[in-house]
C-alpha cells in the first residue's frame, strides 16, 4: 500500500503545482511563494508586478473512501467513463467551494485578492474534457457572480496536466 503525505507535505506540493500551473494560463503570473499562514493558506507574489495574492488550498474527493480505496492501492484500477459519477464529481466541486466561499466571507484576510486553488484529485477527471469543464462553468454561472471574495477559482490536474480558470 502507498503511504499517503501528511498535510504539510500535501500542501507544500499543492502550492507548488498550482504556482506552476498558474504561469501557463494565457492571464497566467509568475508567482513567488512568500508566506504559509492560515485563511488563506499563502501569499504569493507576482514577480512582475510585485502584486500579493492570497492563495487558499483545497483538493477534492467524491466520497471519504477515495483515498485509501482507490489512490492509495498498488493495483490497476480502471476508470470507466462514467456520467453519473463526473456529475457526482462537479457536485462535490460545487460543494466545496460554496463551503469555501462561505468560510472566506467570514474570518479571511481579504488585504490582497484571494484564489481558491482546486486540486481536482480523483481519476474520473481523465474523462473530462475541455467542453464539459466549460459546461461545468456556464452552468454554475450564479456560483460565479457571488464568488466574492474569491476572484478566481482554478481547478487543476486535469486531462494532461490541464488547468481550468473561473472569474467572476
Not at 481523465?126 to 474569491?150: C, Q, T, V, Y
Request: glycine fraction near 4%; hydrophobic fraction near 30%; proline fraction near 3%.
Amino acid at each position: 500500500m502507498k503511504v499517503w503525505p501528511n498535510t504539510q507535505k500535501s500542501q507544500e506540493y499543492e502550492i507548488k503545482e498550482f504556482v506552476k500551473a498558474y504561469k501557463g494560463f494565457s492571464h497566467g503570473r509568475d508567482f513567488s511563494i512568500l508566506e504559509e499562514r492560515e485563511k488563506p493558506d499563502y501569499i504569493v507574489k507576482d514577480n512582475k508586478t510585485n502584486e500579493l495574492f492570497g492563495v487558499e488550498l483545497t483538493s477534492v474527493y467524491l466520497d471519504d473512501r477515495s483515498v485509501p480505496d482507490v489512490h492509495m492501492q498498488e493495483n490497476n484500477i480502471h476508470i470507466y467513463d462514467c456520467q453519473e459519477t463526473k456529475d457526482l464529481y462537479k457536485k462535490k466541486i460545487i460543494e466545496k467551494i460554496t463551503e469555501k466561499i462561505n468560510k472566506a466571507k467570514n474570518g479571511y484576510n481579504i488585504s490582497h485578492p484571494l484564489i481558491l486553488s482546486i486540486y481536482a484529485n480523483e481519476y474520473i477527471t481523465i474523462h473530462m474534457d475541455d467542453r464539459e469543464w466549460h459546461d461545468f462553468a456556464k452552468n454554475n454561472g450564479n456560483l460565479w457572480d457571488s464568488m466574492e471574495p474569491f476572484i478566481e477559482v482554478v481547478i487543476w490536474s486535469l486531462q494532461n496536466g490541464k488547468t481550468f480558470s473561473i472569474k467572476k
